[in-house]
């Protein structure tokens, strides 16, 4: 929001201007983005009057001009302008002077005939954009005056960037007042004033839709005079604050709610239809906006309605149907106060961004209505004219806002600034921020002002008491703690432990946002109810994750178009899932990508793409760290997003915790990723839980070693085979291993050949054959009932 300072200087005394003021404002939380000075960029311009244009003796679009700088004498100057004409007021830059860019003005001939200076554009001036014509002045305006002088272009505009939470600061008022408590001043501003009615005309208002709008001002305005102008003061003020004059009405509405931050809108009465309605929108309902364009509204947005249809879409934009034009001469204005929640976000589906949206989403005082309308009143009677009709304000109080008490502690307020304050202090910083505060046992209770929606909390009140007391004059304090020794654990591996091992396994850690695109979303789990944001920061990024894979998906890809065709990625981070509670869930889990060459180039091993079982042992890898690497099995499985045939569920103690595989091919054509582009996710609980280590002694007596080579059906898996092994050999086995696996022709169509490596050892003793071809036999026995395994011949 851009301030003049010369504006706030009629609301406020500045002891300081410039960067000093700038810098006490963003010391306050109202960070300021620029300082500009409009010193104009040229001397030598004066006001000056056309008397007498005529034609260019060779020149067909010139004319010759004699103007008056009010000094007794004329001065002839040559003028293409279209707009030149006997008695216009304009800007004349005199022989000697110089505009912005260096340009000197110097006496010179045009097509023959001597011109003696220049009448200059506002472009020219650096003033505005427009190069249509000269720059017209009032008719008022003091002749030879210095240009600069008159329009007080001594001035400095003020770029405050406001956070979402100070609408009460969209304002020069706003922010204003906040100087007023900064330096302990009087806020005083213009006289405001009723406006006395001089005819009973008004205009039916229904609030179909107090919750939306709980309060609704509106005045007739009658026998405006066409053809006014408004005043060089106020569209000085407007072009500062980065607004273009259009028309007194529209002009006037602009500088009420740059002064004290209420919008308003003059609709043409004569277009109007009946009464007025605020409503929301039938679903489908079209409206054509003052910028030209036709939008289709949907059913939660609210509308401004005559008896016939939207005239307006209600804290966005008015209607182009209702616009005043110059030969308006009847108008009304309307003030009113809109929820946040109902206007949050509606402009922004629409492609829209304007004033007066900025400050409804963020909250207008919901008593500044009748105010807005008196001054607006006041202004237009001055400017234009007319007969006032009564202010007629429809509300629904108990819609509006409601302003609780908030508590402060006192002991509360030293903890968190780490200093002490004296409670008149406090007191004395609460009234001058407007707020009512009475003492209490424990410190205060306090009432915030109307515009204040920011203040719900003691945190808010800490605040304020810390932005005005001065965030320079806490003192810095070394803090002061017990410094203990944690706890080491050995039941949880470090994360850090993790992420080196990936690393060093070559993968490379990413960190994706949270926040992804729903049609990103349902690609990888389609039939799942996202989680949408209220208020998302971007349109692509309106859902809650509900895996990083999306994220991940995405850096390849953009890894993939700048030539990188060897791709490790994984992240640490949260996932969100909806519960059956209707609450959402936040899990933290580990997730990675892999494609493209399972090696670096090099000369020495074979070119292979990465696959499904190289994805599984980096993964494998990782839930070993916990020595625990018994409970964990992977069994086939299905997911979404995963390849049908190369999708593993992973299980810990038989219960579902991740899962791995290729990414769906309907998935990589959409993301124009490689087929064999691999993905896995492990819950972080399951992954970094570890089994504390024990002791166990080592046997001092010799260990057996048996391999057996049984032939199973193709469907039956290695895991399968070993689990069943680990069953039936009883305390004796010490580890079982797969060391080779058979499919030819001495094996069954459909058959596979398993060589198995078992390990036997006792602790207390040498075992015999007799023990050994026990446990043997007892493998063999369960392998042939459960799995139909047989002894290889």
């Known amino acids: ?261 209420q919008p308003l809108h003059g609709y043409d009465l004569a277009q109007l239809s009946g009464g007025i309605t605020v409503r929301f929108a039938v679903s489908g309902e079209s409206l054509v906006l003052l910028d030209g364009r036709e939008v289709t509204l949907a059913a939660d947005m609210l509308v401004i309605a005559d008896d016939q249809a939207p005239v307006g879409l209600a804290g966005v934009m008015g209607g182009q149907s209702s616009a005043v034009n110059e030969a308006t001469t009847e108008v009304f204005l309307e003030a009113a106060w809109f929820a946040p929640e109902a206007i949050a976000g509606r402009a922004r589906r629409l492609g829209l961004h304007t004033d007066a949206s900025v400050r409804f989403e963020r909250g207008v005082d919901f008593a500044l209505p009748e105010q807005a309308i008196e001054r607006a009143t006041a202004l237009l009677l001055e400017i234009c004219g007319g007969t006032p009709g009564p202010v007629q304000v429809v509300e629904v109080p108990e819609h509006l806002p409601q302003r609780p008490s908030v508590a402060l502690r006192a002991h509360r307020l030293q903890a968190v600034l780490g200093t002490t304050l004296e409670p008149g202090e406090v007191a004395r910083i609460f009234t001058r921020l407007g707020l009512v505060a009475e003492s209490t046992a424990e410190g205060w209770s306090v009432t915030p002002p109307s515009q204040r929606y920011d203040i719900q909390l003691e945190v808010d009140l800490i605040e304020e008491v810390a932005r005005i007391h001065g965030y320079d004059r806490i003192p810095r304090l070394a803090e002061q703690a017990r410094l203990g020794i944690r706890t080491a654990t050995e039941s949880r591996t470090p994360e850090e432990r993790v992420r080196q091992l990936l690393v060093d396994r070559g993968y490379q850690e990413a960190v994706t946002y949270s926040f992804i695109d729903e049609r990103v979303q349902t690609q990888f789990f389609p039939g799942e109810a996202p989680i949408r944001l209220a208020n998302p920061i971007a349109a692509q990024m309106n859902v809650m994750r509900r895996s990083p894979w999306p994220g991940l998906a995405a850096a390849a890809r953009d890894n993939l178009s700048r030539q990188q065709a060897r791709i490790r990625l994984f992240e640490l981070g949260a996932q969100f899932e909806l519960g059956d509670d209707g609450e959402v869930h936040e899990r933290q889990v580990i997730a990675g990508l892999a494609l493209g060459p399972v090696w670096p180039l090099q000369w020495d091993l074979p070119d292979r793409r990465v696959d499904f079982f190289d994805v599984k042992g980096d993964l494998e890898a990782l839930l070993t760290l916990g020595n625990g690497a018994e409970r964990w099995t992977f069994v086939p499985g299905e997911h979404a997003a995963l390849h049908p045939g190369q999708c593993a569920v992973v299980l810990r103690d038989r219960e579902p915790a991740g899962h791995v595989g290729a990414l769906h091919p309907r998935l990589a054509g959409a993301l124009e990723l490689p087929r064999d582009t691999f ?45 069943s092994v680990r069953g039936s050999a009883g305390p004796w086995l010490q580890s079982v291993e797969i060391f080779d696996i058979y499919r030819g022709d001495r094996i069954d169509k459909g058959r596979k050949s398993i060589a198995l490596s078992l390990i036997l050892q006792a602790p207390s003793r040498t075992l015999t054959d007799a023990d050994v071809e026990g446990v043997v036999d007892s493998v063999i026995d369960r392998l042939g009932s459960e799995l139909g395994a047989r002894i290889r011949d």
């Open 1 to 261: 929001m851009k301030i003049s300072q010369s504006w706030l200087a009629d609301w406020v005394e500045l002891p300081h201007g410039g960067d000093a003021l700038a810098e006490q404002l963003t010391m306050a939380g109202l960070e300021v983005d620029a300082v500009t000075s409009l010193a104009p960029g040229f001397h030598g311009v004066v006001v000056a009057r056309i008397v007498e244009l005529t034609a260019h003796p060779d020149a067909d679009k010139l004319r010759v001009a004699q103007v008056d700088l009010g000094d007794g004498t004329l001065r002839q100057v040559v003028c293409g302008a279209p707009n030149a004409r006997v008695g216009l007021v304009s800007a004349l830059a005199t022989v000697g002077g110089e505009l912005p860019g260096g340009m000197r003005i110097r006496k010179a001939k045009l097509r023959g005939v001597v011109s003696e200076g220049m009448l200059c554009s506002a472009a020219e001036l650096g003033l505005d954009e427009d190069a249509a014509g000269i720059l017209e002045l009032p008719a008022e305006a003091p002749v030879g005056r210095d240009l600069g002088d008159w329009l007080g272009l001594d001035d400095t505009v003020i770029d405050v960037d406001l956070t979402p939470n100070r609408g009460d600061c969209f304002s020069v008022r706003g922010v204003a007042r906040e100087l007023a408590a900064l330096n302990d001043s009087a806020l005083t501003g213009p006289a405001s004033a009723s406006v006395p009615a001089t005819h009973d005309g008004v205009l039916p208002v229904r609030l179909a839709a107090p919750e939306a709008c709980a309060r609704f001002a509106g005045r007739i305005i009658r026998n405006l005079q066409p053809g006014r102008r408004s005043p060089t003061w106020l569209t000085e003020r407007l072009r500062r604050a980065g607004i273009r004059a259009i028309h007194p009405v529209v002009d006037i509405t602009n500088y009420v709610m740059l002064e004290l931050g």
């Open 679 to 723: 993905l896995f996710v492990v819950d972080v609980a399951a992954a970094l839980g570890a089994r504390v280590p024990g002791y166990r002694s080592v046997s001092r007596y010799p260990a057996v070693h048996r391999d057996l080579a049984v032939v199973v059906d193709e469907r039956v898996l290695a895991e399968q085979l070993l689990e």
